[in-house]
């Protein structure tokens, strides 16, 4: 639940965010604003600090300094509330592998403390696909089968906010098309989604807004509706072959 002291319309304040580890700095000084119901793509080469700033942001690791509010929660200080109200897809699972995909669901879905539980747990599963397969353990099953058991963990708290962290890396066809539709349905419905990818064509085809980060600082963003593809293309790809 969103606090009552928060007015306006962000769902996502980010001020002056830096990320060091050690002597290399990761996030530079981040200043970016996402809007309730907007769908931000991030867009970077490797090492642009896309995962930093997801795991930032979905309160897996600290920042150095700067401030992040969620939903009128502050990362720093209330976490934990921002947890019940976020789901996080990334290209790692975050799975128990000796536990079977229901098992997974369930354990999961008590951090929430999910009414109606083992309701919710078989109609998250049936709707990604692994019916048949809820009972065999995680271990068991193929990368895409664990990318859309993922899908299911990170919404089974029907969360306002998703991060997806290139969420379509090593998903098969079928996973891919479970998640572009939970993606515009999770859009249509008003909630907010942050995604880092590197194909421009799914970040295009899902965002409202896009941005490009590189080594640490935000160089270029711009609304989807007033884009110049190809001028988008040469600067993105600009920044990439540097790398």
Known sequence: MEKASSANDSMVEIEDLT??????????????KIKKGEFLTIFGPNGAGKTTLIKIL???IKS?????????????EEGEDIRRTIGLVSHQPYLYENLSAYENIIFFGRMYDINHLENRAHQIIEEVGLKERMHDLVRNFSRGMQQRLSIARALINR?????????????????????????????????????????????????????????????YEELVDNLNIEQFKKIYFSYVGEE
């Open 58 to 60: 979905s309160t897996l």
């Open 159 to 219: 969360p306002q906010l998703l991060f997806l962290d290139e969420p379509f890396t090593g998903l098969d066809q079928h996973a891919a098309q479970i998640l572009q539709g939970y993606l515009r349905r999770f859009h249509d419905e008003g909630r907010t989604s942050i995604m880092t990818t590197h194909n421009i064509s799914e970040g295009l085809e899902l965002s409202d807004r896009i941005t490009i980060l590189h080594r640490g600082n935000i160089v």
């Open 64 to 76: 150095t300094s700067g401030k992040v509010v969620i939903n009128g929660y502050d990362v720093k």
């Open 19 to 32: 990320k060091a580890f050690g002597h290399f700095h990761a996030l530079k000084g981040i200043n970016l």
